[in-house]
């Protein structure tokens, strides 16, 4: 990534260049097969606009990544989360107003880059919430559980964006909060 201080038309730029890349990679599924010329041209702006923000198509990639992974984890809702279920709420929000820029990249076999980033993430912070709460009295196979639960509801969340199931952000939604509770009367005081 090239320009770290932006002003309004920058950020507005990186935007399109984003937006129009997130819609190519959903077209193309891969990020190989994305061009320059091809972004420049369906994003309306000149190669030397591109080239004044990144270096490649790569770049592009890693900036959209990172932007989303940190927006997710910066949020301080998020952060000051001390209950499973407030980090479920925070999440599924956060999914909510993302939703659209989810379903193109969920569509791309490259968002692996970006799910093997959240997972560990989103798995750290739910133990940490459990290993801070006093009334823990069942610690056996905790992180096999949360992983489980972690990957289980990134995988079904990314067969809903490519419409490989019926089950919608909504009922994930429901199953988590549930499948909390219960979580919680096991291995919780």
């Known amino acids: 990534m090239k320009s770290k201080n932006l ?10 260049i984003r937006n129009t890349f997130a819609e190519l990679l959903s077209e193309k599924k891969e990020i190989n097969k994305i061009t320059v010329t091809e972004l420049v041209e369906k994003a309306n702006i000149n190669r030397s606009t591109f080239y004044t923000h990144y270096d490649d198509i790569y770049s592009v990639a890693e900036d959209f990544e990172n932007e989303l992974v940190d927006e997710f984890f910066d ?5 000051a989360s001390q209950d499973i ?6 999440f599924f929000d956060y999914i909510k107003k993302n939703q659209d820029v989810y379903i193109l990249l969920c569509k791309s076999n490259d968002l692996l880059f970006t799910i093997n980033r ?10 940490e919430i459990i290993y801070n709460t006093k009334s823990l009295k069942d610690k056996t196979d905790i992180e096999v559980e949360i992983n ?12 809903f964006c490519r419409g490989a199931t019926l089950t919608t952000p909504a009922a994930l939604h429901r199953y988590a909060i549930k499948w909390s509770n219960n979580f919680k009367k096991e291995h919780f005081n």
């Open 7 to 16: 002003n309004n038309s920058s950020k507005k730029t990186k935007t399109i």
């Open 75 to 79: 949020n301080i809702t998020l952060l």
């Open 85 to 90: 279920n407030s980090f479920i709420e925070v």
């Open 118 to 127: 959240l997972l560990p993430l989103m798995t750290g912070k739910i133990l």
């Open 148 to 159: 489980v639960f972690v990957q289980g509801l990134l995988s079904e969340y990314i067969r």
